[in-house]
């Protein structure tokens, strides 16, 4: 209550027509809510207009009408009649989560419509994390259960659809709601229906005996990948001059974050982490020893950090080939097919699934030799995960671009906890889908 009487003391309506249209749209929004298939009670989409004041209004006018909304949405389209203490309740989380979201993006960090894709994927983070962890916490109360597991059970189904939601109310605010901008929400709508359809199917992994060696067939396919790695080095080492060594430090430590951070898949023991994300920056923005160098890095760190079973010197080489690679020839295909610097839907497409093919097929392929499985087989079994996760991550590439282009690349930093928490959504997802089906992993080439 004391953020409302702040917020109804600064608040100054310039402009109330404009006002009031926004309020109708609050007033529209509120009663809008999903039903999904990890949580008991209903998804509001209140944040959705919530955005768009935190963007666009004052302080006091978003909260104005996130009192209305928050009534509303309690009230209206319940199976239960709801309490006057839910809807005070409820009405002083949104406030809360309002104010928190403005002071971060409009005061601390001094972001406005300029910067609309940052700051809405920012204020879309905190004011999920905000909300969250208060009704979170209401609910472990009630419940007696622990706060971890209540959370846990809400944050995988709703946090995309905040994502999404940021989404669509930047490129409709921004008045260049075009084609290919819609476009770009496609993936994250792939990875929602992902999700959807693994509560509900039963997917199975592929299954084959373990060896502790390679066969030879493997092992000469191996030395090969490793040959052409070094050669792409070479070819990187031309370019050298080129290097921006600040901003190649600066994606390193994004590297390094990205790529300690692991998801292991059934089919495969290998792990999944968001480390392509900087590297698939590196080869549509930087030169060629940078994008070498940033996937050479990530293939590392997922390599090594917390490794079950450390890898040998030939999985090392393999894996950082594999990844060098396929980074130095979509590098090449990007600027002999695409040669306008200016990023579009249709090159940011092209170079993820680029790169998503030829590292999956390069490292399926060793899978295939060492479990003597069809590669297409084992590729479509292994990879099934993998699709929405690059998918995904080319959203996350284009806003970290617009962040080098309009703030310079300390600015790409702010995209992180987004990203972060992409992850651990995607993480969580797939442990459930693991612990229900009791897939087991395929043993790792050696």
Not at 28 to 44: M, T
Not at 79 to 85: E, I, Y
Request: with cysteine; proline share 4%.
């Amino acid at each position: 209550m004391l953020a409302l009487a702040d917020s109804l003391v600064i608040a100054q309506v310039s402009d109330w027509k404009r006002f009031l249209i926004y309020s109708l749209f609050c007033v529209i929004f509120a009663p809008l809510k999903l039903r999904l298939p990890g949580l008991d009670g209903a998804f509001s989409l209140n944040f959705i207009p919530m955005l768009l004041g935190i963007t666009y209004f004052t302080l006091g006018e978003t909260t104005l009408a996130a009192c209305l909304a928050a009534a509303i949405a309690t009230l209206a389209n319940r199976r239960t009649t709801a309490t006057l203490a839910q809807t005070c309740f409820n009405t002083a989380n949104l406030v809360l989560s309002v104010t928190l979201c403005f002071h971060v993006t409009r005061e601390w960090l001094s972001l406005s419509a300029a910067n609309l894709p940052i700051m809405l994927a920012l204020a879309a983070a905190i004011y999920f994390v905000s909300t969250t962890v208060v009704v979170s916490g209401v609910l472990s109360l009630l419940n007696g259960a622990p706060l971890r597991q209540v959370c846990a059970s809400w944050y995988p189904w709703t946090f995309p659809y905040y994502i999404v939601g940021a989404m669509a109310v930047g490129i409709a605010a921004s008045g260049r709601a075009s084609a290919p901008l819609w476009a770009a929400m496609l993936p994250l709508l792939y990875m929602i229906h992902f999700f959807l359809a693994l509560a509900k199917t039963n997917v199975t992994a592929a299954s084959a005996a373990e060896s502790s060696t390679l066969p030879r067939v493997a092992r000469n396919y191996a030395y090969a990948v490793i040959a052409a790695g070094a050669l792409a080095v070479m070819a990187a080492a031309w370019e050298a001059s080129a290097i921006a060594w600040a901003r190649l430090a600066g994606f390193a430590v994004i590297t390094v974050v990205t790529a300690g951070t692991k998801i292991r898949l059934p089919g495969l023991t290998g792990t999944l982490s968001f480390g392509f994300v900087p590297v698939l920056v590196a080869i549509l923005e930087f030169s060629l020893a940078e994008a070498v160098i940033l996937a050479a890095a990530t293939t590392a760190v997922q390599l090594l950090w917390q490794a079950k079973v450390r890898p040998s010197a030939l999985q090392i080489a393999f894996n950082i080939a594999c990844m060098v690679t396929a980074s130095a020839a979509v590098y090449g295909f990007c600027r002999a097919v695409f040669p306008d610097p200016s990023l579009t839907i249709g090159k940011l497409a092209a170079t993820t699934v680029s790169l998503y093919l030829l590292n999956s097929l390069m490292v399926a392929a060793i899978l295939s030799l060492l479990q003597r499985v069809p590669l297409l087989d084992l590729w479509r079994q292994c990879y099934f995960w993998t699709l929405p996760y690059y998918s995904v991550g080319s959203v996350i590439v284009a806003v970290m671009i617009f962040a080098l282009h309009h703030g310079g690349w300390p600015l790409s930093l702010a995209v992180l906890p987004v990203t972060g928490m992409l992850f651990f959504t995607y993480r969580m997802h797939v442990d459930s889908a693991v612990g229900r089906l009791g897939l087991a992993p395929l043993a790792q080439a050696q």
